[in-house]
């Protein structure tokens, strides 16, 4: 929503993918972004196409199936649009600070499935390879459809990942 406002601030177009929001160049988009937002709980063709020479922004932990990432990508990316996967983690995914038990729920009610891991440490080396490999694989996705890849840990503050966001699309 954010990045909407500072786009639109540029004299950018902006909407919101999956919806049939046409794309709008004032501030009265906002409102109808903020209240489809919540609505955007997976990658979805919306009623509304995505003009060739548009830039894309997606911005997710992308934990879902890469090929339904790849798959959007390279449809949009034959169509003539760009785009910028930007990933958002929290420190806890990259790190896996904790000791002990943990016990791992979804939040998001995606699955209701429970995760417990009796001994955490002993999880946390072949976890933050596989933590490393996802990002790497979602740059190499973004490289492969002409798109970038952008990662903002939640540790920095929103102002700052604002800025460096706006500032490689600038480039």
Same mark, same amino acid.
């Given at each position: 929503?954010?990045?909407?406002?500072? =786009?639109?601030?540029?004299?950018?177009?902006?909407?919101?993918?999956?919806?049939?929001?046409?794309p709008?160049?004032?501030?009265?988009?906002?409102?109808? !972004?903020?209240?489809? =937002?919540?609505?955007?709980?997976?990658?979805?063709?919306?009623?509304?196409?995505?003009?060739?020479?548009?830039?894309?922004i997606? !911005?997710?932990?992308?934990?879902?199936?890469?090929?339904? =990432?790849?798959?959007?990508?390279?449809?949009?990316?034959?169509?003539?649009?760009?785009?910028?996967?930007?990933?958002?983690?929290?420190?806890?995914?990259?790190?896996?600070?904790?000791?002990?038990?943990?016990?791992?729920?979804?939040?998001?009610? !995606?699955?209701?499935?429970?995760?417990?891991?009796?001994?955490?440490?002993? !999880?946390?080396?072949?976890?933050?390879?596989?933590?490393?490999?996802?990002?790497?694989?979602?740059?190499?996705?973004?490289?492969?459809?002409?798109?970038?890849?952008?990662?903002?840990?939640?540790?920095?503050?929103?102002?700052?990942?604002?800025?460096?966001?706006?500032?490689?699309?600038?480039?």
């Open positions: 929503l954010a990045l909407s406002m500072v =786009l639109l601030n540029g004299g950018e177009q902006v909407s919101l993918v999956g919806t049939d929001l046409a709008q160049t004032s501030y009265a988009a906002i409102q109808p !972004i903020y209240e489809m =937002l919540k609505a955007q709980t997976h990658l979805a063709d919306g009623a509304r196409g995505i003009a060739a020479g548009s830039h894309v997606l !911005i997710s932990d992308f934990y879902f199936p890469m090929e339904e =990432l790849l798959s959007f990508c390279e449809r949009r990316a034959a169509q003539r649009i760009t785009g910028t996967l930007v990933q958002v983690f929290d420190p806890a995914e990259e790190t896996l600070p904790w000791h002990g038990r943990v016990k791992f729920q979804d939040i998001e009610g !995606i699955s209701s499935e429970t995760l417990d891991i009796t001994e955490v440490g002993d !999880i946390r080396a072949l976890y933050a390879d596989k933590f490393k490999a996802h990002q790497e694989d979602l740059a190499a996705l973004g490289k492969k459809s002409g798109w970038q890849f952008e990662k903002f840990s939640t540790a920095i503050k929103p102002e700052e990942a604002l800025a460096r966001l706006y500032n490689s699309l600038s480039h």
